[in-house]
Each structure stands twice: as structure tokens, then as C-alpha cells.
């Protein structure tokens, strides 16, 4: 295992004592990441440093990972909840190739505050919780203030960056389809299950039925997908239509 991998695994949950030492223990230790919900309670340090997916090395693909598996539960417990089809979408749509690495982190930044709505409240409204939003931009304006980042915006020539996410994500939201939707899950799932079997290979014997049962599930949310992702898709945009407003207000 490379040190680029430990540093991103780092970033999700401390390195392991005595327990995991060896070889093992270093692919046990990605598993155990890879099992965690969204990441709840990072402070907002490592919200803002882990958004900079250009500077940290395969951190947001271990993120993408570890959102589909909590996803994938969700759905799991009940595929007929749209609103877990629409945390699902918002996982997604960070996968665009056409964002950028500089707007998949701020995109990133706002996803993991609505997300996180959806994932606690007993029932999601149709409209967005304002405090949710309020959050969500005091997260992006310090990201966006970041010294990295401010030198990426000057070298973009982006003077009001709200507005120009605004215009960016307005341009996806219009464009989105479950055919496209779909292209980027199957392109997650191919990650997965490469870093799946990884673990297989070189961690503990004894990990290769819960991978499977994982994997089982993870399949069997990719069957329902067109069908829930169809449903989910109209709440899903009408939510990024309010993400879109708001940043349009806070660019203003």
C-alpha cells in the first residue's frame, strides 16, 4: 500500500494501532474507511483541505467510494424513498468530468450539507431548510477564501466565483438525464469494485464474504437505478435550482 493511499484514508479515520499492523491490517484499515457513513462531523479545516482534490492525492476518490456505500444502504432499507434516490443523484453529479476539480470541490462543499439534510430529517420537504443553505455557504466562502484556491480563481480569471458556479451548475442541472446519471454510477461501481478487490487480495481471508454481501447490495441498487433515478431526478433538480438561486443571492 502506497503512501498516497494512507494519507487519503488519513483524512476518513486515524491510522490504526497494534490491531492493524502488517500488511493486513493497512487494507483491514481501508475496508473499515470505506464502511463509514458520510463524513459527518469533519471540522471545517478538513472540509475545506479535503475539497482540494487537486492537492491530496486519491482522498475524493475514496470519498466517492465511501458516499456510494452509504447510499447504497440507504436505498437498501427502502428503494421506495425517493428522497435516498435523490442523495444518490447529488453524489453523482460531483462525478461530472465537465465541472473541473476546482468546481467538483466547491460543489462538493454544498452536496455534503444538503446531503446530510436529507440523510437526518425524518421527512425531507421540497424545499431546501434554509439554515441547511445558510451552512452551506459559510463552508463555501471559507473555502473559497482558502489561499490555494484564490490563486486558482485569479489564474481562471473568476472574479465573482458564486456567480460562476452558479452559471456552471445551472448549465449541468439543465443537462442532467438518468442515461447520464447512470454512466457515472457505473463508472463508481467500476472503482469500487477495483478497490474491493484489492482488499480481497491483500487483506484478511476472512473479509471476502462481507465484501461480497456489500457488493450484493451495491448490485442490487444498480438494478433499480433507471427506475429510481427516473423518479428522484425532477426533486433532485428543483433542489439544485434552489442551490443555484441561492448562490446567485450570495454572489449579489
Sequence with gaps: MNQELQNAMAFYESAPQDAYSGVEGKWLWLWEVLQGDFHENPTTAQTVTGTLIFMIPLVDQIGDVRDLVANCRKINKDSSDTWSWVALILTLIGLFPTLGSLLKGCLKIIVFSVRKYLFKALKPA???DGAVLDQAMLLLNRYLYYPAVRKVLVSMKVYNPCHYLAGKLNELNRSLSVQGLLARLDELMRVTRQLFNSVMKFGPDALGIRIERLWTI????????????????????????QIINRLRVEGD
Design 218 to 241: 451495491i448490485m442490487d441498487v444498480r438494478k433499480k437505478a433507471d427506475e429510481g433515478l427516473a423518479e428522484a431526478l425532477r426533486p433532485a433538480q428543483d433542489y439544485l435550482d
Design 126 to 128: 421540497p424545499r431546501i
